[in-house]
T-cell receptor, first 117, second 115 residues
Framework: GAVVSQHPSRVICKSGTSVKIECRSL??????MFWYRQFPKKSLMLMAT?????????EQGVEKDKFLINHASLTLSTLTVTSAHPEDSSFYIC?????????????FGPGTRLTVL | AQSVTQPDIHITVSEGASLELRCNYS??????LFWYVQSPGQGLQLLLK??????LVQGIKGFEAEFKRSQSSFNLRKPSVHWSDAAEYFC?????????????FGQGTELSVKP
């Protein structure tokens, strides 16, 4: 199947700094990518839809100025957590659907563990 | 509101025993239904999916799931569990005719396998 990578896999930062997480589709092009947040022992919560060449669409309750999303190419979307605080510590997962004529199966990255001190 | 419920947070089964993980959904119309498995250090992997047709769906790794419209359920089963099946399992739904769009996930069920 298609492969989605994330970098870094783990990051620790100080409160107030910004952290960038990359999501890449390695062997297919993705005009759309999704960013999820997963709390311990919790479900995945969709944060936003990343659209290549246009603005991201954020889910209700997600601060777009805090979680900046850029989809600069058909294989790369980035999530920047700005002015990170300890409550932003979480597991961030991206996914990308492959193109097709019917339902486009989504492939998930391995996730990025963010710890804000 | 659209929702997915996995009533069991944690299940422990013996290796070789059968397994059933429950999933119920609340949706206006029959959505697309999915089961994913999440192992540490790996991305979510699709086990199986249901769009329409035969309500018994076969997936990878020996898993199957049955869609029951009357119960709004999509339970995952495996006749004989292997130790390597220990992982987190998520049921998810997507709106009908969703061209690769948003998924709504259940809370997940953690599966432990004892020797």
């Amino acid at each position: 199947g298609a492969v989605v990578s994330q970098h870094p896999s783990r990051v620790i930062c100080k409160s107030g700094t910004s952290v960038k997480i990359e999501c890449r589709s390695l062997d297919f092009q993705a005009t759309t990518m999704f960013w999820y947040r997963q709390f311990p022992k919790k479900s995945l919560m969709l944060m936003a839809t990343s659209n290549e060449g246009s603005k991201a669409t954020y889910e209700q309750g997600v601060e777009k100025d805090k979680f900046l999303i850029n989809h600069a190419s058909l294989t790369l979307s980035t999530l920047t957590v700005t002015s990170a605080h300890p409550e932003d510590s979480s597991f961030y997962i991206c996914s990308a659907p492959t193109s097709g004529n019917f339902y486009n199966e989504q492939f998930f990255g391995p996730g990025t563990r963010l710890t804000v001190l | 509101a659209q929702s997915v419920t996995q009533p069991d947070i944690h299940i422990t089964v013996s290796e070789g025993a059968s397994l059933e993980l429950r999933c119920n959904y609340s949706y206006g119309a029959t959505p697309y239904l999915f089961w994913y498995v999440q192992s540490p250090g790996q991305g979510l992997q699709l086990l199986l999916k249901y769009f329409s047709g035969d309500t018994l769906v076969q997936g990878i790794k020996g898993f199957e799931a049955e869609f029951k419209r009357s119960q709004s359920s999509f339970n995952l089963r495996k006749p004989s569990v292997h130790w390597s099946d220990a992982a987190e399992y998520f049921c998810a739904v997507a709106p009908p005719s969703n061209q690769g769009g948003k998924l709504i996930f259940g809370q997940g069920t953690e599966l432990s396998v004892k020797p």
